[in-house]
């Protein structure tokens, strides 16, 4: 079940997002496409609005989780690999990370 977990995203290391397996070139693309756009749209959130770090951080989970919950590419790897929430936030942080820069969380 996915949800949002800010606490969950903020434990997530930069070594995490640079050692896991990816399983699906597929996949990769497809979170790192929804990533950019959540980017995009809390970028110009923050513009209008004085956001917190948390959330900053729960806007994106939520933007990104809405858009890969029903997603076929993510449905179909799940159930080939099995794959769980603690693998997303995996990904999610790692574009985090690209699309923003800030490596300090």
Not at 45 to 69: A, P, R
Not at 73 to 91: C, E, M, P, S
Not at 95 to 100: K, P, R
């Amino acid at each position: 079940m996915l949800t949002v977990n800010v606490p969950k995203f903020y434990s997530i290391s930069l070594e995490s997002t640079l050692n896991y397996t990816p399983y699906s070139q597929r996949l990769e693309k497809t979170v790192a496409a929804i990533s950019r756009y959540a980017i995009k749209c809390l970028n110009e959130k923050v513009k209008i609005e004085n956001l917190s770090e948390d959330k900053i951080i729960e806007f994106y989970l939520t933007k990104c989780l809405l858009s890969i919950s029903s997603n076929p590419v993510w449905i179909q790897n799940v159930n080939k690999h099995k794959l769980d929430k603690d693998y997303l936030y995996i990904l999610l942080k790692k574009y985090f990370y690209q699309y923003t820069n800030n490596f300090h969380l």
